[in-house]
């Protein structure tokens, strides 16, 4: 008995489910909030997000012609529960994840992963033209931005020795001096990394709204839309924690947890606002050139340094 | 080769107060020389129909209900006026001004959009016998 | 552009419903990956019939009538109309009202690019740009409100002068809020010339050689930045622009770069020449009796607008009411631009060439031109036609 209502309490409410929604909310609202005072206006009330997901839920939900309709169905719904269960094996509000095992690290970025896919296949299924072309350069920025990323978030797992996020997390809290001095490139590629997954400016490309309307979810409205767009969120709050757990010293605490992925958004807002949108080709570009050269010269430095005996 | 170049401005607008005007709560004083709603000083105007000639949009109509002892109406149809101002540059006789304090000019019926000006009495007189008789309407088209 | 054959390529359309368009527009663009290899446009959605309009007003209704054709450049469109019909009736403007109108011009002129250097930046993506403009264009939204009486539609023009008076006190705010406006200018100039992002979108993009701008006919600013000597106010110049004359301001770029460093020079020009006025405004009245039925005749006037050469074509018959005015705008020359450059860039740079010309799709609707599908002939409907037309589709 007690070992099936933990796991239920744990995917439902906390941290996975209901959780990880509200806190994508709150998120989202903070987000927007800074990035409207950044420009010199004043931003939505707190209840905004909430009040869009809501009203989003609530609408009819057209299914264009041309379709196949299970997918079309189907897909918000694969995209937010693999959110969803992302967020089981992070440390979620300062706690220990709920569940963890060998090479979690591995199964949490492919789970955030699958997000984009559903979004890239969503656009896919259609007849529209802005989708087809937003489809494609979901996908794009997706191949792009994803190597990186994970090299990144490799280099505290090298030093720790261990693919399991709690291993690194321990680790990051005994050292978090040490893993900040040594890997700040491997900080500044994750967290720009991050906002290419999360299609934040300046890499929007994917739904540039001047350009190609909404990108790959043109033609979602009602339920399907909410979905992807609280998967969305959920998506920001953990890829918020893991960086922060992983680069500023892992969360010991709910104070802790606020305070470093609070921080974390500030910068990213700030550089959300800073930026005019980049081309999917200059996205790709910087990404290959610049974003792998510096992964690769961190590595160099991590086996240096590990060579000489300090790590 | 800059990367944001945009950052001082942006870093210190987090600590000043929005640009945003917080309208209905904030209303700024709106200048004197606005272009709001028309008004009319039934004494002083003469009957030339020198405003109703040159207006863009048939916005202004005198009804004369008596010429000789000067009693006229005038209707102004605020949906129809486009503010241009033209009016009043034609009178000769000062009667039109524009409004700067009325300019919240926005209404959910048509109603309000019609309004009739002129000395009470003459008003009156001209919408009891609007009504009496159907074929008379208050509008002169 | 010569009739191609549909080809069975992948045809993005842009309009007539599109976030990167502020007013109705159709473009077509066939694409091969990102790469744009044909461009096609289609105007005509703000189609009104002002022109036809004008025919049964009398001659100062048609001046209100006329700066609604657009709302960004109303008053170079009733200052164009007005200097045209005194030109017929053979009056002569006392030179204060000349002064201002040039000084309500050049301020609509800074309104005007600011406008578009905020909607530039907006289909960049660079929204933060576009909100620090707009704000500070509310400067210059508020010195015109307080001078004529209304933030667009002016109206400062009648028929023989103008209606507002420049008063000391408004003569101090004006000043003091080009102050600030020339210093947000500098930042804007420098943010758009130094940050590399923006760079990345603008520079190169939509070049447009300097054979290729007087073969296609551009004019303003779009073809200033190519490095033509275009402008009306120094070509032939009108109202007071001999007593106050401009600089021209331009450079050899060719690309969307060029076009916003012109853009944004032109300004500080704009401040120069305002500050100009206000010191030197001549005394003496401001209108002149214009009769109300003008002589026969018919005259052409040309003025510049913040997006290029205005040109009116004004016919009288001797009656009060105009009998044939034709309006050119600057919009329609850039439009050919547009299409020849799109070729060869990628499909995210077309909303930023559409935006390099500042399309004012309002001004571009003049007649209509309709094409069949079903066969290639095309004719010019009469009115009869028109009407026939919308009655048969309406009893369907």
């Known amino acids: ?311 | 080769m800059k990367l944001g170049a945009m950052l001082g401005n942006v870093l210190t607008s987090l600590f000043r107060k929005p640009a945003t005007q917080k309208y209905p709560f904030e209303k700024l004083q709106a200048p004197e020389r606005l272009r709001g709603r028309l008004v009319w000083d039934p004494s002083k105007c003469t009957g030339c129909q020198l405003c109703v000639k040159d207006c863009p949009s048939n916005a202004v109509e005198l009804i004369v209900l008596d010429k000789a002892a000067k009693r006229f109406v005038l209707r102004y149809d605020i949906d129809r006026c486009t503010y241009c101002g033209q009016c009043v540059e034609n009178c000769r006789f000062k009667c039109l001004e524009m409004s700067s304090e009325d300019w919240e000019l926005a209404s959910i019926q048509k109603q309000p959009f019609t309004v009739y000006y002129g000395h009470d009495s003459d008003v009156e007189f001209l919408l009891a016998r609007s009504a009496e008789s159907d074929n008379i309407a208050p509008f002169g088209d | 552009m010569d009739s191609n054959p549909q080809r069975q390529k992948f045809i993005i359309p842009i309009g007539p419903q599109h976030p990167a368009l502020k007013e109705p527009g159709h473009f077509e663009f066939t694409i091969d990956g990102e790469i744009v290899t044909y461009a096609t446009a289609r105007l005509g959605y703000v189609h009104r019939g002002i022109e036809k309009g004008c025919e049964d007003r009398n001659w100062i209704q048609s001046l209100y009538l006329l700066e609604r054709i657009c709302g960004i450049c109303s008053h170079v469109h009733a200052t164009a109309y007005v200097l045209g019909v005194e030109t017929l009736a053979g009056v002569t403007v006392p030179p204060r009202a000349q002064a201002i109108r040039v000084l309500v011009a050049e301020l609509e002129r800074i309104h005007s690019h600011l406008l578009w250097l905020g909607v530039a930046a907006h289909e960049a993506g660079f929204d933060t740009l576009f909100m620090y403009s707009w704000r500070d264009r509310e400067t210059v939204m508020d010195l015109l409100e307080s001078l004529c009486g209304n933030r667009v539609n002016y109206s400062a023009n009648v028929l023989g002068g103008v209606k507002c008076d420049v008063t000391q006190e408004l003569s101090d705010s004006i000043r003091k809020g080009l102050d600030y406006l020339e210093e947000r200018t500098h930042y804007y100039l420098k943010v758009v010339t130094t940050d590399e992002t923006f760079l990345g979108r603008t520079r190169g993009v939509g070049s447009l050689t300097p054979e290729q701008v007087d073969l296609l006919g551009t004019v303003g600013p779009t073809a200033r930045a190519s490095g033509l000597l275009r402008d009306v106010r120094i070509d032939s110049p009108y109202a007071a622009y001999p007593e106050y004359p401009v600089q021209i301001v331009i450079d050899h770029g060719g690309d969307l770069l060029a076009r916003f460093v012109v853009r944004l020079k032109e300004l500080f020009e704009s401040y120069r020449v305002i500050r100009q006025i206000l010191e030197t405004l001549p005394a003496g009245d401001l209108t002149v009796r214009v009769p109300r039925k003008i002589p026969e005749g018919e005259t052409v006037s040309r003025v510049e607008a913040p997006r290029g050469e205005l040109f009116y074509y004004i016919k009288s018959n001797g009656s009060d009411k105009p009998d044939r005015i034709k309006v050119r705008t600057p919009s329609i020359c850039n439009w050919a631009s547009v299409i020849v450059t799109a070729i060869g860039h990628k499909l995210a740079d077309m909303p930023m060439i559409l935006a390099g010309i500042d399309p004012c799709f309002s001004c571009s609707d003049r007649s209509v031109h309709i094409i069949r599908n079903t066969d290639s002939t095309s004719e010019t409907w009469t009115w009869q036609q028109l009407r026939q037309y919308g009655i048969q589709y309406y009893q369907r």
Request: net charge neutral; glycine share 8%.
């Open chain 1, 1 to 311: 008995m007690k070992n099936t209502i933990f796991p239920l309490i744990a995917l439902l409410f906390f941290p996975g489910g209901a959780f990880v929604l509200l806190s994508g909310l709150a998120y989202e609202w903070v987000d927007r909030k800074l990035v409207a005072r950044l420009q010199n206006r004043i931003g939505p009330r707190w209840f905004q997000p909430l009040a869009d997901t809501i009203k989003s839920l609530a609408k009819e939900e057209v299914i264009p012609d041309g379709v196949h309709p299970t997918l079309f169905i189907a897909l918000p719904i694969i995209a937010l529960a693999a959110a969803l269960t992302a967020a089981l094996y992070v440390p979620m509000a300062g706690l220990a994840p709920s569940f963890s095992f060998r090479g979690d690290l591995i199964v949490t970025l492919y789970l955030l992963s699958m997000m984009t896919l559903c979004t890239g296949l969503a656009g896919a299924n259609t007849l529209d033209r802005f989708s087809l072309v937003g489809a494609t350069r979901t996908l794009t920025q997706l191949f792009s931005y994803e190597a990186p990323f994970l090299l990144a978030l490799l280099g505290p797992a090298i030093v720790a020795g261990s693919w399991q996020i709690s291993d690194i997390t321990a680790y990051a809290r005994e050292h978090w001096w040490l893993i900040l001095v040594t890997q700040p490139i491997s900080l500044v590629v994750a967290m720009i990394g991050l906002m290419g997954k999360l299609e934040l400016p300046p890499f929007d490309a994917p739904e540039a709204e001047t350009e190609i309307v909404s990108g790959a979810l043109t033609e979602y409205s009602g339920r399907g839309l909410a979905l992807f767009h609280i998967g969305k969120n959920a998506e920001l709050v953990i890829g918020l924690t893991l960086v922060s757990a992983f680069f500023l010293g892992g969360l010991a605490n709910p104070i802790e947890f606020l305070v470093k992925t609070l921080a974390l958004l500030v910068v990213i807002a700030v550089l959300q606002s800073l930026f005019a949108r980049l081309r999917i080709d200059q996205t790709v570009g910087l990404w290959w050139r610049y974003g792998a050269i510096l992964v690769l010269v961190q590595f160099l430095i991590l086996v240096v340094l590990k060579g000489m005996g300090i790590l």
